[in-house]
């Protein structure tokens, strides 16, 4: 095996480091108590290893930081904005570009003009935000993906595919007038990051052309969504990922990006399009909230590091470590025994923590269980993606369980070593070790909206 060892170096090296502290069990069983068992309610001074998210918290190359210093910060118009617009417009091929502060502001310009009462979103699956985005103007967000997608152990190449035959149900039976746009999350967060193929991009380009539906691609993801389809859709293997992401987002009618993602910056975010009068109903939405239209909430500096970022992300180098790497941590689990949803997406690895602690019941929340464990044996912050995050209450005040209870290890990008990530595993033992004595959560306090963020737990 030759090339074993370089499919798993880092491609850069450090020139600047990040102090982190490391803390006794002792302490971590503490603060975590004090945080209510809720890890984002833990000061990230208090974290070892970072796996709350992948948003935002990549590190910058020399180049961005380069670009950092020759940000133009003029109100309008500025060289910097004219750096992001050219090589958005050169990415997208669509000509109205638009910045803004981040992913879910792009969603409330283009989701507040779509959206409505009556009005219907279709996509494979709606990320929390999209959905809150499209839920707050009062129309409805509808899930599909394909069934067989929905097992966490099935073996399938695209499992974040939208189910073209659901769409066309769904079409017939609220009728193409009612539908605002379909949406397409490239790669899917929200089910396990896993990827959507060309082909079914292209199929329902055809649909939405057939009834004269919006396309909307949710594009944060682009590049890692690219990766897969050169290595596992037969027709683009010889085709760079730069040029696989140009095409799919030539097939949409608009694109949102946060660009916490691969545009690899800390803050940022994009909506582009094809059509002038829907431009002009975002710019104007736009300005009311985010700024100009040559800056949308964002510093020159920091427009001038995502062209960089936008650009950086499609090295083959990197991204062949990037989509290696998290696959590195997801492999090396799955082959401990512990379950984790399959195969390992592009930026996370989501554990099955229903599965690895059986003995909890779901109204115990074994996700919290796990993710606050992994942080008392090992510093390691995650989030809990289950009951606590999507559970609701029925009129008796029984919990609806969620449909899986997952754990989300992130990984942020260019930050942690392959020696960081061998710690995560070894950490995994101890919780391998101790998973028959650890108990179950309740909750003692929850907010009406969004609990996880704020909700405390005390142990059972
Ligand atoms: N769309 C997708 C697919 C996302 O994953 C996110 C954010 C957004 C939109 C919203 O973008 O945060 O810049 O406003 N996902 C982060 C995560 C928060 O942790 O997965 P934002």
Redesign the pocket.
Known sequence: MKNKLRTLTEPFRIKMVEPLKITTEEFRVSTLKNAGYNPFLLRSSDVFIDL?????TGAMSDKQWAGIMIGDESYAGARSWEHLEAVVKELTGMKYILPTH????A?RILYGILGGPDKIFISNTH?D??RANIEFTGATAIDIIYDEAKDPEVDLPFKGNIDLGKLKSLITKHGKENIAAVII?VT???SGGQPVSMQNVKELRKICDEHQLLLVI?G??IAENAYFIKHREEAYKDKSYEDIAKEMLRLGDAF?M????DGMVNIG?LLTMKDEALSLKCKNQLIISEGFTTYGGLAGRDMEALAIGLTEVFDADYLHYRIRSTAYLGENLRAKGIPVVWPIGG?AVYIDAKKLYSHIPVEEFPGQVLACDLYVKGGIRCCEVGSVMFGKYDENNKLIAAENELVRL?IPRRVYTQSHIDYVLDVFDDILELKEQTKGFHITYEPPFLRHFTARFEKN
């Open positions: 709350l998210t992948d948003s935002g981040q992913g879910r502001a969603e990320f935000t999209t999350t899917n967060n929200s949710d944060c993801r949102i946060s660009a916490k993602k975010g930026h992130a």
